[in-house]
């Protein structure tokens, strides 16, 4: 028994003893990811009313805050940065910064829905490279990534100690302005990218899970309204079963406040940058000036 004993003690330490190593191995504070310390910032040093935009990195990439600011007279700040955070947790990270008067405008992925709902290796980036250990806890609305995301997580790590070029185009934090909008992009050629396809069924506990983490906004007298991504054409035409179930859902859910329709945010593919969620400069104007119509319709409508 004994011998069982200090075989498991053993076989802890040498799991257990890598992992902190890697855990622990810094990070570089201009990763991408660590724009979510200037956002919290911005929150907290900018006085509400609001209006908070939520979601990922289709917001990062797609709006002009300043833009949608001087239009609405009222500050604007972009929270968006990465869709692998996980809906639940992005929204669980910024809840503590938001009070009554605040708009919340949350703009989600549609894998959210699907299998993203709880986040992938970006979720471990945040919780341990930026210790933000409270995300780490048990949550009724989301868990810790499944699969391998933290095998890819440690991998990434182990891979960054080795020293590289830099590359103009890729991301970092540096690239996000005083709104919290990614704009480095802006001037740079659209890259080629794949079409994306996001299929199956709705997941009903994400589901649930969304409309419980709203309703605990909205107790805080904060006005939640709800929006689609920013979509590439084809990508669209791939995704449109779950696409219209997940609209169907979302309207027919009394307490939800849609602001919009997916249709109004499919945007042809000369629109987007990288990605089919990230717009270039044209994109990016063209769905502001949709979404402020969208926020302008209902201002003041009580949740």
Not at 24 to 42: C, E, G, M, T, V
Not at 98 to 106: E, Q, R
Not at 274 to 302: F, M, P
Request: proline share 5%.
């Amino acid at each position: 028994m004994k011998k069982l004993f200090y075989k498991l003690v053993v076989l802890f330490f040498l799991l257990f003893i890598p992992m902190l190593i890697i855990v622990l191995l810094p990070s570089s504070h201009n990763n991408y990811l660590f724009a979510i310390i200037d956002k919290h910032q911005r929150l907290s040093n900018t006085e509400s009313p609001r209006i908070v935009l939520a979601g990922g990195s289709n917001l990062a990439f797609g709006i002009d805050s300043k833009m949608m600011q001087e239009t609405l007279n009222i500050s604007v700040i972009n929270t968006g940065i990465h869709v692998g955070i996980g809906l639940g947790r992005t929204l669980d990270d910024i809840m503590p910064y938001l009070s009554t008067g605040d708009i919340l405008v949350i703009a989600p992925e549609y894998q959210c829905f699907t299998d993203a709902w709880n986040g992938s290796v970006p979720a471990y980036e945040l919780i341990f490279d930026m210790h933000n250990y409270p995300l780490a806890k048990h949550s009724s609305f989301y868990k810790m990534p499944f699969g391998n995301s933290f095998i890819i997580y440690a991998k990434n790590k182990i891979l960054a100690l080795i020293p590289r070029s830099s590359n103009p185009i890729s991301y970092s934090r540096d690239g996000f302005n005083e709104y919290g909008d990614y704009i480095k992009h802006l001037e740079l050629e659209n890259q080629p990218f794949e079409s994306l396809s996001v299929s199956g069924k709705i997941n009903a506990s994400y589901l649930s899970a969304f409309y419980r983490i709203v309703d605990s906004f909205k107790k805080q007298g904060i006005q939640v309204f709800i929006t689609y991504p920013s979509y590439e054409e084809i990508s669209f035409q791939y995704s449109i079963d779950m696409i219209n179930e997940l609209d169907m859902a979302l309207q027919e859910e009394r307490a939800m406040t849609v602001i919009s329709s997916p249709e109004d945010y499919c945007f042809p593919t000369n629109y987007f940058y990288d990605t089919a969620y990230h717009l270039n400069s044209k994109g990016r104007e063209i769905r502001t000036a949709r979404l402020v119509q969208d926020i302008t319709r209902y201002i003041g409508i009580a949740n």
